[in-house]
Each structure stands twice: as C-alpha cells, then as structure tokens.
C-alpha cells in the first residue's frame, strides 16, 4: 500500500512536533497488519504524557466552558429577552468546526494548549447553556409559587429550589460536552498542543496500531468521565430514585 | 394533640386579624380593577372564606394578604400593620401558605418540607425537629413519613403536609387557596373534617378562596360572597347567607336548595343519637337478647362491636340462635358516619347506603351511636331547628 | 508565539481567496485564488453531501423504526453517546492505512461519524411522541407505516432535524481532514501550511467556518418549513 503524496506534505505540517518512531523488527514485518500486539506491550508507556497533555487540554476547557455557560444561564433567566440571542451566539461557536477554529483563532492566540483550550471550551457553550436553561425552565410552577409565597427570596429560590432540580438536566448537558470535548481534543495535535492527538499523526499516520490505541484511550477516558459524572448526578438527587406512593 | 408544651413561643399571639381598607388592585392595561376597593374585616382566629365564581378576583384578593399579588392602592393590615411595613419575603414567612396544586419541594424529604420556613427563620435544628414530629402528629400522618420524599406519598397525605408546612413556623395568619380543590371527593371530606378538628384546636385566622359553596358553608365563620372585581355581595355567617341571602346573586350562588343546605349547617354529633344494644365477640348471646328486649331500646338490632368498641357489623337472628356472639356479623355494617361529618352529608350517605341505620364513631373509630332517617327528619321537625338561633353559629365557641 | 497583527493576517487570508498567490514551495506557480477556493469547496461538499446521504439511509429509518417500535433503546442512546467519543483524526488515519485513500474509501467511514447522531435523535424524536396520540391514531385505523408518516415523524421534525443537523456538522468538520486520506477538501489550504503558506492557512478556516454556517442555516431553515405551525410555539 504505497501513501500517497499528500500523506506526506500532510506529515510536514507543523514540524516542531515530527518524531521519529521506532517501530522495532517484530512489526516492521507486521507493517501491514491492523494491530501488533507486540508493539503495543513494550511501549504502552510512550502513551503517558500524551494522555496527561489530553487531560491537560480537557479540564480546563470543561470548567472554562461550564462556568461560562452557567453564568450566562443564570443571567438569562432572569432577563429572558437574552435567551435567543445567547442561544444563536452559543450555536454559531458550536457549528464552527473545531478544527476551524483552530487556525481561526491562530494569528490571535497563536499555537499552543491556550488557543486549544479556548476553542474547546467555546465548542462546549451551547449544549451546557442549553440544558441548564432547559433544567431551570422545567422546575413545576407550583414549586416556585409555593416557595415564593412561603417567603423564600429569589436568590433563595434559585440556589435551593430551582437548581437542584435542575440538575439532572445541566449533567445531561455536561455528560455530553465532556465526551464530546475528550474526542475533539485529538485535534489538538495540528496546533501544537499535544494530546493523544500526536499519537495518531505525523508519522503515526501510517501505523495502525498506534492509532487504535490512542483512540482507544480516547474513547475509555470518554467513558470514565461519563459514568463519573452519571454517578455525581445519581448521589446528588436522592428523590429521583425513590418510587411512587 | 399539642398542649402546653408546644414548640412554639407561647408569648406571641397565636392570631391576628385581617383588615382590607380599600384594598385594590390594578393590572396595567386591563379597563376593570381585578379587585376594587376591598374593605372587608376578618377577626382574629375565624376562618372567612372568600368565595365566587371563577375570576371574581377572590384569589387576588386573598394573595394581596402575603403581598404575592402587590397593591395598587388601599391597605391591607394584619393585626394593626400594614403588610406594606415590611420586606416581602419577611411578611411571607409568618404567614402560612397552601395553594391547590400544594408545590411541596420534590427534592426534599417530607420533613425537610415542613420545616423549611422555621429553617429560613434560623431555628435550631433540635426546635425544627421537634416541631415536624409535632405537627406530623397533627396532622395525623405516621412520624415515619417524615424522611420520604413528596413522590412516595398519596394525593391526600401531600396536601396534609401541605397544611402543616404552612403552620411549621406558627404563623399569624393563614392563607389557603382551593387547597383541597385537586383531591378525590372521599378524601375531600376527610381533609374538611380533619381540617375543622385541627382548626378548634390551633384557632388560626384563615383566609381561605373557594369556588364551591358548599364547602365554603362548611368550613366558614363568615362568608365573603364575591363577584367581578372583588366586590363582595354579602358578608355573613353561613347561617345568615342561607337564610337571608342579601341580593339576587347571592341568591342564585348559593342555589336552590337553600333549605337542604341548611342541613350543613350541623354536624351528627350536634343530635341525640340513637343507642344500639352493643355486643361483643364471645358474650353470651343470652345478655344480647335480654338488651334487645329492654323496653326503652330505640333500635331493634343488635351491633357487633370489638374490644375497642369499633362497630363491626350488624347482628341477626341467625346470628343470635349460637350461644355465644360470633366473630362476624351477618349483615354488613353500611355507611360508617363521623361526629364531625356535615348532617347533609350523612343524609345523603344514609339515603345512597339504603340502611335504615348507620353507626356513628368518634374520631378514633369508636362507635359513639347510631343515626336514622328518622331522627333527622325528627329534629328538623322540631322547634330547635326552626329557630334562628343555630348551633352552627356558636361554632367557634365549641 | 509573534504572531502578525490579526487583521492584517484576515486580510491576506480574504486576498488568498480571490486572487493567486506567490508561493514558496512549487517555486513561481501560483497559489490560491477564486478557481482554487471554490473547486475545493465543491469537493468538500461533495464529500460532506455523499457522506451524509448514505449515513441518512442507514440510520434514519432505523432509528425511527425502533423509536415506533420502542425496541433498542440501549442501542440506539448508546450508540449516540458511543458515536460522539470516537475522535476523528482517528477515523480518517485508519482508513488511510488499512483501508484505502480516495473518495470511495472515505466517504462511507465519514458516514459512521454521522449515524450516530441522526440514529439517536430519531429514536428519540419518535419516542418522545406521546403514546396517546398514537393509540388515537391506531385506534382510528391508521396502519403502523401510516401512523409514522403522519403522526410521529411530523411531531418529531425538530429532534429528528437536530440530530440529521448534529450529523452534517460532524461529518462537514471531519472532511476538513479528509486530505491526509487522500481526498481534497478545504482542507487542504489549512493542511499544506508550506505550499499555500499562512494566508492559505487561516483562508481554509474561514471558508470551512463560513461553509459549516451555510449549511446549518439551510438545514435550520428546512426545520422551519418541515415543521408544522402548532409545533412552532415552542422555543429552546
């Protein structure tokens, strides 16, 4: 299988970042096989710092993006007016592929963690806005009558009544941002960001076995971060799992 | 039931009187004031009922009260002050709360529920818990309930809770909006009369909106017929509404059968009851008979009745040819009357049962007599019922 | 990290579009311009329209089948959670290697990144409808194909838009790397750094952005028309 030219000009791209790869005898044979086990075993550990530079691109774009979103929820609930055009604003950073993004931002923010960061978390907005809105509107109006009749203030009612029971849907939201900002994340490489990115491009592009197990770490983080969040949302909204009388 | 011990501050008075002075309120670009002018007084520790047909502007009227609807022009004062003093939200809290679709918090336990305003008011937590075990009894619910979620209870029981999360923090006033408007019939009436029973023991002011007329008869000291724009048609004791209806649209508010709702004016307990001879499991049906046979018994059959002297069933002949009283009774006992239900309740229980007669328990099941079409018709034959004076009038005084 | 000032930078990004520049990898021929811009948008589309197409015809009437029949709620929810960790760079890698290069190869992997969205939003599109509406609707004597054409699939228009939406922005994006499996796109600008230089760069940016907005506003706008008057009422 011969790569074709465009392969490797694409390989040049940002070259600060080119490695030169070791693939060892047992699968320099092996080359066109999907994945060598071998391989694999003895360098598992090259994968470390990229998973940690992942991790590194992750968490802060998830609690930029979430504060972010969450402080502009709040503020649009009360003046509803902002809603739509906080939606559309949030939607068009959203529609904007990442990878776009990327280079948009480059003559700004130049390469590096920051620029990803600031990408993702833009990316992250418009589901997090969304869903706590959503959360906060579907709070039933007799609770907030009740509660606002009994004497609670706004800013009472907000924090102890209306955002608990919001919960479940602002999780929903974070659930999906998080898995989505994990895998988007990869992209990071083209920027000179890092991440688990590099280990499926530049000279990695051509080599199997490599690319699955980044995308496997990938994907498995996603899901960790799924069920951890799924499981906070579970303990903190004890009356969701109780039956009807 | 609560005595001296209560957890409330016994010093502060347990209720305050309600005053509108020309209360009105106006939203912006309607033509006609939702409620116009309102002067209307109600005495410390009676229950008015506000009532009207729908938009009459009586829960407009009523929310004016914890200033959730706020006022235009006029005053309202509770106890000499006007609501206007104070914060909203500081009015709100020592004034009890319950509307018809109850709002209880889904996220919090039961408990948690009641106690919410006392938290808000900053009691200890031991105060908080002793109240929530004290109106749980109350209100007649199982201590146990207290750590369950909204979710897990029954219609009924929610807007129980409801009611005690009102009076948690002991509250001057209290204001209830169609609170059993959303519940079944049955329990409908269960909730009136326990509501009533907790009434005489606590003697809250209570504000309370209805649609239903008579349930306005039944629970009310007075009664504020209203119509569009609050304006209030007549202002008097069910009694005197059922009597001496002051206009046509009183008139016709209050309907046709006037003279049958006089019946609600007085509960089962308020007559002589008859007396059934009472028989136990096990007695020797020798005693029975020689009951039955006494020459002042007003009712010829025998009622089985347990240790606890709840009725069980009634009692015949077949029953009394064994030597001894058997466990289960023959006849079934039919409707099963409270002291404190309404009287055209029970008629119309008694006429729908198609029993001639029909046990009448206290509050805890115990039989406490027996009533029959004829006793009623009996009394409202007699000089005490023609009368103007009625027991029902007394009744905060019970 | 001396970056030139920013709009002078979009400027020569917007030159880049229109006219061809100097450029210094293929020495003296020209790079960029309008013919350029426009023959690699076109090839993006194509690539994003075949894509979408085929990832349409296999989820959609899946995904509303099993969302009518209320089977495969698993699946269908966990494939669209499944479907939104797989990274792209990923996909696009792999089918380079193992797979092949060239339209023919890429365009059905690129169909998988947009099946999961479209397969989940019509489940859950569909599902959504409320059961009393359907049992008025069999009850009337609607046969089932009948009942989903008439009754769940228009109620269920803007979940079902959304996720068909979610599905082409995914698939557009993941074109935008299309190049290093061998098939042109606007991508190329952004991957070539050396052969169409910085203006190239931030150029293939601004049109891949510009294209992913065109597209998501026509898709929004056949929401609208798609979906019935009553319905509308709702905003979020």
Not at chain 3, 111 to 124: K, T, Y
């Given at each position: 299988?011969?790569?074709?030219?465009?392969?490797?000009?694409?390989?040049?791209?940002?070259?600060?970042?080119?490695?030169?790869?070791?693939?060892?005898?047992?699968?320099?044979?092996?080359?066109?096989?999907?994945?060598?086990?071998?391989?694999?075993?003895?360098?598992?550990?090259?994968?470390?710092?990229?998973?940690?530079?992942?991790?590194?691109?992750?968490?802060?774009?998830?609690?930029?993006?979430?504060?972010?979103?969450f402080?502009?929820a709040l503020?649009?609930h009360?003046?509803?007016?902002?809603?739509?055009?906080?939606?559309?604003?949030?939607?068009?950073?959203?529609?904007?592929?990442?990878?776009?993004?990327?280079?948009?931002?480059?003559?700004?923010?130049?390469?590096?963690?920051?620029?990803?960061?600031?990408?993702?978390?833009?990316?992250?907005?418009?589901?997090?806005?969304?869903?706590t809105?959503?959360g906060l509107?579907?709070v039933?109006?007799?609770?907030?009558?009740?509660?606002?009749?009994?004497?609670?203030?706004?800013?009472?009612i907000l924090w102890k009544v209306e955002l608990p029971l919001a919960i479940?849907?602002i999780?929903?939201?974070?659930?999906?941002?998080?898995?989505?900002?994990?895998?988007?994340?990869?992209?990071?490489?083209?920027?000179?960001?890092?991440?688990?990115?590099?280990?499926?491009?530049?000279?990695?592009?051509?080599?199997?076995?490599?690319?699955?197990?980044?995308?496997?770490?990938?994907?498995?983080?996603?899901?960790?971060?799924?069920?951890?969040?799924?499981?906070?949302?579970?303990?903190?909204?004890?009356?969701?799992?109780?039956?009807?009388? | 039931?609560?005595?001296?011990?209560?957890?409330?501050?016994?010093?502060?008075?347990?209720?305050?009187?309600?005053?509108?002075?020309?209360?009105?309120?106006?939203?912006?670009?309607?033509?006609?004031?939702?409620?116009?002018?309102?002067?209307?007084?109600?005495?410390?520790?009676?229950?008015?009922?506000?009532?009207?047909?729908?938009?009459?502007?009586?829960?407009?009227?009523?929310?004016?009260?914890?200033?959730?609807?706020?006022?235009?022009?006029?005053?309202?004062?509770?106890?000499?002050?006007?609501?206007?003093?104070?914060?909203?939200?500081?009015?709100?809290?020592?004034?009890?709360?319950?509307?018809?679709?109850?709002?209880?918090?889904?996220?919090?336990?039961?408990?948690?529920?009641?106690?919410?305003?006392?938290?808000?008011?900053?009691?200890?937590?031991?105060?908080?818990?002793?109240?929530?075990?004290?109106?749980?009894?109350?209100?007649?619910?199982?201590?146990?309930?207290?750590?369950?979620?909204?979710?897990?209870?029954?219609?009924?029981?929610?807007?129980?809770?409801?009611?005690?999360?009102?009076?948690?923090?002991?509250?001057?006033?209290?204001?209830?909006?169609?609170?059993?408007?959303?519940?079944?019939?049955?329990?409908?009436?269960?909730?009136?009369?326990?509501?009533?029973?907790?009434?005489?023991?606590?003697?809250?002011?209570?504000?309370?909106?209805?649609?239903?007329?008579?349930?306005?008869?039944?629970?009310?000291?007075?009664?504020?017929?209203?119509?569009?724009?609050?304006?209030?048609?007549?202002?008097?004791?069910?009694?005197?509404?059922?009597?001496?209806?002051?206009?046509?649209?009183?008139?016709?508010?209050?309907?046709?059968?006037?003279?049958?709702?006089?019946?609600?004016?007085?509960?089962?307990?308020?007559?002589?009851?008859?007396?059934?001879?009472?028989?136990?499991?096990?007695?020797?049906?020798?005693?029975?008979?020689?009951?039955?046979?006494?020459?002042?018994?007003?009712?010829?059959?025998?009622?089985?009745?347990?240790?606890?002297?709840?009725?069980?069933?009634?009692?015949?002949?077949?029953?009394?040819?064994?030597?001894?009283?058997?466990?289960?009774?023959?006849?079934?006992?039919?409707?099963?009357?409270?002291?404190?239900?309404?009287?055209?309740?029970?008629?119309?229980?008694?006429?729908?049962?198609?029993?001639?007669?029909?046990?009448?328990?206290?509050?805890?099941?115990?039989?406490?007599?027996?009533?029959?079409?004829?006793?009623?018709?009996?009394?409202?034959?007699?000089?005490?019922?023609?009368?103007?004076?009625?027991?029902?009038?007394?009744?905060?005084?019970? | 990290?001396?970056?030139?000032?920013?709009?002078?930078?979009?400027?020569?990004?917007?030159?880049?579009?229109?006219?061809?520049?100097?450029?210094?990898?293929?020495?003296?021929?020209?790079?960029?311009?309008?013919?350029?811009?426009?023959?690699?948008?076109?090839?993006?589309?194509?690539?994003?329209?075949?894509?979408?197409?085929?990832?349409?015809?296999?989820?959609?009437?899946?995904?509303?089948?099993?969302?009518?029949?209320?089977?495969?709620?698993?699946?269908?929810?966990?494939?669209?959670?499944?479907?939104?960790?797989?990274?792209?760079?990923?996909?696009?890698?792999?089918?380079?290697?193992?797979?092949?290069?060239?339209?023919?190869?890429?365009?059905?992997?690129?169909?998988?990144?947009?099946?999961?969205?479209?397969?989940?939003?019509?489940?859950?599109?569909?599902?959504?409808?409320?059961?009393?509406?359907?049992?008025?609707?069999?009850?009337?004597?609607?046969?089932?194909?009948?009942?989903?054409?008439?009754?769940?699939?228009?109620?269920?228009?803007?979940?079902?838009?959304?996720?068909?939406?979610?599905?082409?922005?995914?698939?557009?994006?993941?074109?935008?790397?299309?190049?290093?499996?061998?098939?042109?796109?606007?991508?190329?600008?952004?991957?070539?750094?050396?052969?169409?230089?910085?203006?190239?760069?931030?150029?293939?940016?601004?049109?891949?952005?510009?294209?992913?907005?065109?597209?998501?506003?026509?898709?929004?706008?056949?929401?609208?028309?798609?979906?019935?008057?009553?319905?509308?009422?709702?905003?979020?």
């Amino acid at each position: 299988m011969t790569s074709p030219p465009l392969l490797i000009a694409a390989g040049e791209v940002g070259g600060d970042f080119f490695r030169e790869r070791d693939v060892g005898d047992l699968c320099q044979a092996q080359r066109d096989h999907v994945f060598c086990w071998d391989w694999a075993r003895e360098n598992i550990d090259r994968f470390g710092t990229p998973t940690v530079q992942h991790l590194q691109i992750v968490i802060p774009a998830i609690l930029i993006g979430f504060v972010v979103a969450f402080a502009l929820a709040l503020l649009s609930h009360r003046t509803r007016w902002l809603q739509p055009p906080l939606l559309a604003a949030t939607g068009v950073l959203y529609t904007i592929p990442s990878i776009a993004f990327f280079f948009l931002l480059l003559p700004l923010t130049g390469l590096g963690r920051d620029t990803a960061i600031i990408v993702l978390a833009a990316y992250t907005l418009q589901i997090i806005y969304r869903n706590t809105i959503l959360g906060l509107n579907n709070v039933p109006a007799s609770v907030k009558d009740a509660a606002r009749g009994m004497g609670f203030t706004s800013r009472q009612i907000l924090w102890k009544v209306e955002l608990p029971l919001a919960i479940p849907e602002i999780v929903a939201g974070l659930r999906v941002a998080v898995v989505s900002t994990i895998a988007i994340a990869t992209l990071a490489v083209l920027i000179s960001a890092g991440g688990l990115g590099t280990e499926m491009y530049g000279s990695n592009l051509t080599f199997p076995t490599s690319i699955i197990m980044a995308g496997a770490i990938v994907m498995l983080m996603a899901l960790a971060f799924d069920a951890i969040l799924l499981l906070v949302q579970r303990l903190t909204t004890p009356w969701r799992r109780v039956s009807q009388a | 039931m609560p005595s001296g011990d209560s957890v409330t501050d016994a010093s502060q008075p347990a209720a305050s009187s309600v005053r509108y002075e020309g209360a009105t309120k106006r939203y912006p670009g309607a033509a006609e004031p939702a409620v116009d002018e309102l002067t209307l007084e109600v005495p410390a520790g009676e229950i008015c009922v506000l009532v009207g047909p729908s938009g009459c502007g009586k829960t407009t009227a009523m929310r004016m009260v914890n200033r959730t609807v706020e006022i235009t022009s006029g005053d309202v004062l509770v106890g000499d002050r006007s609501v206007r003093d104070r914060e909203p939200a500081q009015l709100r809290r020592e004034i009890g709360y319950v509307i018809q679709q109850i709002g209880l918090f889904p996220h919090r336990t039961i408990a948690e529920n009641i106690g919410a305003v006392p938290q808000l008011l900053g009691w200890k937590k031991e105060r908080i818990r002793a109240r929530c075990m004290e109106l749980l009894e109350l209100i007649g619910l199982d201590p146990e309930l207290g750590d369950r979620y909204p979710a897990q209870l029954s219609g009924g029981q929610q807007q129980r809770v409801g009611v005690a999360r009102a009076l948690a923090a002991d509250p001057l006033v209290m204001l209830m909006d169609e609170p059993f408007g959303a519940i079944d019939p049955i329990n409908r009436e269960r909730l009136q009369n326990e509501f009533l029973r907790l009434q005489r023991e606590i003697r809250k002011t209570v504000l309370f909106v209805t649609h239903d007329i008579d349930e306005a008869i039944k629970l009310g000291d007075r009664i504020a017929v209203m119509r569009e724009g609050g304006r209030v048609e007549q202002y008097a004791t069910p009694a005197e509404l059922l009597m001496a209806p002051a206009t046509e649209f009183v008139e016709d508010f209050v309907g046709a059968d006037r003279a049958l709702k006089r019946l609600a004016l007085m509960r089962v307990g308020d007559i002589n009851l008859w007396e059934a001879p009472l028989a136990h499991v096990g007695q020797a049906t020798a005693e029975v008979r020689a009951k039955l046979a006494a020459p002042d018994v007003e009712i010829p059959y025998p009622l089985l009745v347990d240790s606890e002297r709840r009725p069980l069933g009634w009692l015949s002949e077949r029953d009394l040819a064994a030597e001894v009283v058997p466990g289960q009774a023959d006849s079934p006992l039919g409707p099963v009357l409270e002291r404190d239900d309404v009287m055209r309740d029970a008629l119309a229980d008694l006429l729908q049962g198609e029993s001639q007669y029909a046990p009448v328990v206290d509050h805890q099941g115990r039989i406490a007599g027996v009533l029959s079409i004829e006793i009623i018709s009996e009394f409202l034959a007699s000089p005490e019922a023609k009368s103007d004076e009625h027991p029902a009038v007394e009744r905060p005084h019970d | 990290m001396s970056a030139p000032l920013p709009l002078a930078s979009f400027t020569g990004a917007v030159e880049f579009i229109f006219n061809p520049q100097e450029s210094n990898v293929t020495g003296g021929k020209k790079v960029g311009g309008l013919d350029k811009s426009l023959e690699l948008l076109v090839k993006h589309l194509e690539l994003t329209v075949l894509a979408l197409a085929i990832a349409l015809v296999i989820a959609l009437p899946l995904g509303l089948y099993l969302g009518h029949k209320g089977k495969g709620e698993q699946f269908a929810i966990g494939l669209g959670n499944a479907g939104r960790a797989i990274p792209e760079l990923a996909v696009i890698a792999l089918v380079a290697v193992l797979i092949g290069v060239g339209l023919k190869n890429v365009a059905p992997v690129l169909a998988i990144l947009g099946v999961p969205p479209i397969l989940n939003n019509a489940f859950v599109g569909v599902r959504q409808v409320d059961r009393s509406t359907v049992d008025a609707a069999r009850g009337m004597g609607m046969s089932e194909l009948a009942i989903i054409r008439k009754v769940e699939l228009p109620i269920a228009v803007p979940t079902v838009m959304g996720g068909i939406r979610s599905g082409a922005i995914a698939i557009l994006a993941t074109a935008t790397i299309a190049p290093l499996a061998g098939v042109e796109t606007l991508g190329d600008f952004i991957l070539n750094r050396n052969v169409y230089g910085e203006n190239g760069l931030l150029a293939g940016a601004i049109l891949v952005a510009l294209l992913a907005l065109t597209i998501e506003g026509l898709l929004a706008l056949l929401q609208r028309r798609l979906t019935s008057d009553g319905l509308k009422l709702k905003t979020v």
